[in-house]
């Protein structure tokens, strides 16, 4: 018999979401927002999915959906099969375990009050992992896989202590400590420049070999989409105008909205590296 496909990471389908009227007593009523307009998207398990659109294109409210921090209108959203949108209790909780976030700001994203071993342990305690030996050993392990290394002279920093990248691998480090195994980056190099960015790429891709993470990557920049993902899809007015290899996409557009975006974009010198 055939072997039997794999079952998708995550499945999209049709789904929307309307921001309602903002209506006030001086300024009126403003129109709905449709924010997402009818995706469908098939993310592949071990895969980098590129999400790639302009600001205001919808595609951080469409990483704000699949982490459940928004409800969808309509469609239907399933992670490994099963429909995410009843999900309560101890079996979201568990989702929230096996999806994470890396923020696109580490400046705001980690507590300047907190030492990077709290930051990064944080997860484990709000999950259960009670024992504190436990805990210093995977926010180590985390630590080192993100770059942070030896992380025993990390654990008492604060974030002021740290350089943009240095805060951002503390922020991945966080999101691969519960060994999650869909995560989605948003934006995560806006902050820093280029040189910096490239091992934060660098960085994701061999997280992806060494974990076997599948990585949904929003980014606003076909450049680095392009170096980091096996298939891109781009997004307008929350919807998907084109999606394929990222290499078929980024060489050969079939939408004028693609072509626009390859055209503002500068030619870094990383991408062909």
Known sequence: M???????????????KTYSEDRSLFAGSAPALTAIDGVSLCIEKGEVFGLVGASGSGKTTLGRLLLKLEEIDAGQIRFQGKDISGLKGAALKDFRRRVQLIPQDPYQSLNPYMSIFDTVAEPLIIHGIRSSEAR???????LDAAGLSPAADFFPSYP????????QRAAIARAMVLSPEFVIADEPTSMLDATISFTIFKLLADLRKTQGVTLLFITHDLAAARFLCDRIAVIYKGQIVESGLSEQVINNPGSDYTRALI?????????NQ
């Open 2 to 16: 055939p072997d039997t496909p794999a079952e998708p990471m995550v499945q999209i389908q049709g789904i929307k």
């Open 136 to 142: 210093r050993q995977k926010a180590a392990q985390a």
């Open 160 to 167: 002021h202590q740290l350089s943009g990248g240095q805060r």
């Open 263 to 271: 055209k503002a974009q500068p030619r870094f010198s990383f991408v």
